[in-house]
Structures are given as structure tokens and as C-alpha cells.
């Protein structure tokens, strides 16, 4: 029987190095950067079908998720220092 690997919540950000501080805020904000570009999408399909009122902003929507999704910090370089 194998044991299972409990870890302790981090309750202080500055015990973690700077390479995983700058690891997991780049994580962070690409999952919000795909959240907001998921509810985007969202939001253009509902006005496509009618069940929110569409004022010209699906394809708006649309181009928002792009952008948020091509200019997200995944596969970049890293830049600057933490």
C-alpha cells in the first residue's frame, strides 16, 4: 500500500524561491487570461442565439478571446526579474 503525499498550504509568499514565485503568477494569470477568453466566447454564442440581446458584440467577443488567448504569457520567454 502506497502512502499519500499530503502537502501544507503556503501561507507566505516570500519562503518561495523567485523562479516559483514568477512560475506560478505566470501560471496564475494565464488560467485568468483563458477564463476570460472562455466566458467570452460564451457570451458571443448566447447573443447568437438569441438568449442575450445582441448589440454588435459577438463578433467584439470574439476578437477579445483571440487576443486575450494569442497574447497569453504560456510558451514566451521570461522577462524581466521577480
Given at each position: 500500500?502506497?502512502?499519500?503525499?499530503t502537502h501544507?498550504?503556503v501561507?507566505n509568499?516570500?519562503i518561495l524561491?523567485?523562479?516559483?514565485q514568477?512560475?506560478l503568477?505566470r501560471e496564475?494569470?494565464?488560467?485568468?487570461a483563458?477564463k476570460?477568453?472562455?466566458?467570452?466566447?460564451v457570451?458571443?454564442?448566447?447573443?447568437?442565439?438569441?438568449?442575450?440581446?445582441d448589440?454588435?458584440?459577438?463578433e467584439?467577443l470574439?476578437?477579445?478571446?483571440?487576443?486575450v488567448?494569442?497574447?497569453s504569457?504560456?510558451g514566451?520567454?521570461v522577462?524581466?526579474?521577480?
Amino acid at each position: 500500500m502506497h502512502a499519500i503525499a499530503t502537502h501544507a498550504p503556503v501561507t507566505n509568499w516570500q519562503i518561495l524561491s523567485d523562479d516559483l514565485q514568477l512560475i506560478l503568477s505566470r501560471e496564475a494569470l494565464y488560467t485568468a487570461a483563458m477564463k476570460i477568453a472562455t466566458q467570452a466566447e460564451v457570451l458571443a454564442e448566447e447573443m447568437e442565439i438569441g438568449s442575450l440581446k445582441d448589440l454588435g458584440g459577438a463578433e467584439a467577443l470574439r476578437l477579445l478571446a483571440n487576443v486575450v488567448r494569442n497574447t497569453s504569457p504560456r510558451g514566451q520567454g521570461v522577462y524581466g526579474n521577480a
